[in-house]
Each structure stands twice: as structure tokens, then as C-alpha cells.
């Protein structure tokens, strides 16, 4: 039983375009969201994080929306960089959990020049 | 800046034989974790632990075995190596204090491959 599912596996974007990556979650205990960046044979990387009771965050490019009640959110790029090509992945933290995040599949976002 | 190491980053292991990946962190941080990732797949939670001489179990422990005895260094042992454990391992540490926002911080990774 997948609780959070990435349905893009791959996804690619002209440079300067928006990129949106998607996730979505079925756990209603989840309450703090995070999207981690993986380059190849390299670890991930935290990205940017949203929680439960905010529905966005921005940081520089890398805005993430929440909505509760459609249990999705999604990670925005603008403008998308070349040096943005990696695996996403969208995870989420389980309140009361030891801290442990659930990761989705990843999504490969490829930025073409 | 370290972080999280791990050794080694790659390592072949035929059927049967026993290896330990080490990890180690240098960020003080009190939580610890071990997870693999398969080709197309998210990251599973292996075990994982709260603080030196505490840990449990995650989503995928079959297999592995841990230890922490002390804050920085949180070891995985593989006993009788199969196949299915051909993965990718990542190390990841945090710092957890109440409501906290505690981000994991990984490693580099190991690739392992049992033949």
C-alpha cells in the first residue's frame, strides 16, 4: 500500500519554463511534507519543506503547495535551470513517528535547453 | 563539512557471505537511519534509531541487523547476503526535538550487488 505516489515517473521542460512536480498522499496523519533532489550516485538532498497547517512555501525558484483536502501537493520550479535535472523525490513525516518519512517513486525531470 | 559518510560506496558480495556498511555523522545529530532504494522505487526505511543503544525496526528489516553505540557512527549488517538484497543502502541522520521541523540528511550511498 503506497501512501505517497509520485504518478510521473518522468517529466521534461524547455529552460525558463515552469516545472511542476506532483505527489500525492493517502495518510491523513501525515503532517509535515518535504521534496528531496538526487542527483545521480549521490544521496538526496533536501529541497524545500512545507507543514501541514501553511499551503505554500517559497524558497528562491521552488515554491511547494499543499492542499489538504485533495491530499496532493506539488513542488513548482520557476524558471527551470538545466542544472535542475534529477530525481525528485515528495516524502512525508507521520506525526508521532519517530520522524520517519514515507517516499513516493521519484519523478526525472529532464531541462532541455 | 562531512556529514554523513559511508563506506563503502560500492561492494560485490556473492550469495551467503556477511558484510557491515558503515555510517558515520559528524553533525551531533540524535536520530539515524537506513534505507534502500531498488531501480524505480522509493526509498524503504530499513531500522533506524532515536539516540546511542536505542533502535527499531522500519518497513523492510528482513535480513539486517544494527547497532548504535554511540551518537555518530550506526553500522548495517547484512548476515547471509541473498540476491534481493541487491540495493542501493542510503545512511540518513536528523536532529529531533519536539515539534521541530527535522530534516534527514543522506549519505552518498552504497551500491551493493549480491551475486
Known amino acids: 500500500d503506497q501512501q505517497v505516489k509520485q504518478n510521473s515517473p518522468s517529466l521534461s521542460v524547455q529552460e525558463g519554463r515552469i516545472s511542476i512536480l506532483n505527489c500525492d498522499y493517502t495518510?491523513?496523519?501525515?503532517?509535515?511534507f518535504l521534496w528531496y533532489k538526487k542527483y545521480p550516485a549521490e544521496g538526496p538532498t533536501f529541497l524545500i519543506s512545507i507543514s501541514s497547517i501553511k499551503d505554500k512555501n517559497e524558497d528562491g525558484r521552488f515554491t511547494v503547495f499543499l492542499n489538504k483536502s485533495a491530499k496532493h501537493l506539488s513542488l513548482h520550479i520557476v524558471p527551470s535551470q538545466p542544472g535542475d535535472s534529477a530525481v525528485y523525490f515528495c516524502?512525508?513525516?507521520?506525526?508521532?513517528?519517530?520522524?520517519?518519512?514515507?517516499f513516493g517513486t521519484g519523478t526525472r525531470l529532464q531541462v532541455t535547453l | 563539512n562531512a556529514g554523513v559518510t559511508q563506506t563503502p560506496k560500492f561492494r560485490i558480495l556473492k550469495i551467503g557471505q556477511s558484510m557491515t556498511l558503515q555510517c558515520a555523522q559528524d553533525m551531533n545529530h540524535n536520530y539515524m537511519y537506513w534505507y534502500r532504494q531498488d531501480p524505480g522505487m522509493g526509498l524503504k526505511l530499513i531500522y533506524y534509531?532515536?539516540?546511542?543503544?536505542?533502535?527499531d525496526k522500519g518497513e523492510v528489516p528482513n535480513g539486517y541487523n544494527v547497532s548504535r553505540s554511540t551518537t555518530e557512527d550506526f553500522p548495517l549488517r547484512l548476515e547471509l547476503a541473498a540476491p534481493s538484497q541487491t540495493s542501493v543502502y542510503f545512511c540518513?541522520?536528523?536532529?529531533?526535538?519536539?515539534?521541530?521541523?527535522?530534516?534527514?540528511?543522506f549519505g552518498a550511498g552504497t551500491r551493493l550487488s549480491v551475486l
Open positions: 516524502a512525508a513525516r507521520d506525526t508521532g513517528t519517530a520522524s520517519k518519512l514515507t
Open positions: 534509531s532515536v539516540g546511542a543503544g536505542i533502535t
Open positions: 495518510n491523513s496523519m501525515f503532517d509535515y
Open positions: 540518513a541522520s536528523s536532529y529531533v526535538a519536539g515539534v521541530a521541523k527535522n530534516i534527514q540528511y
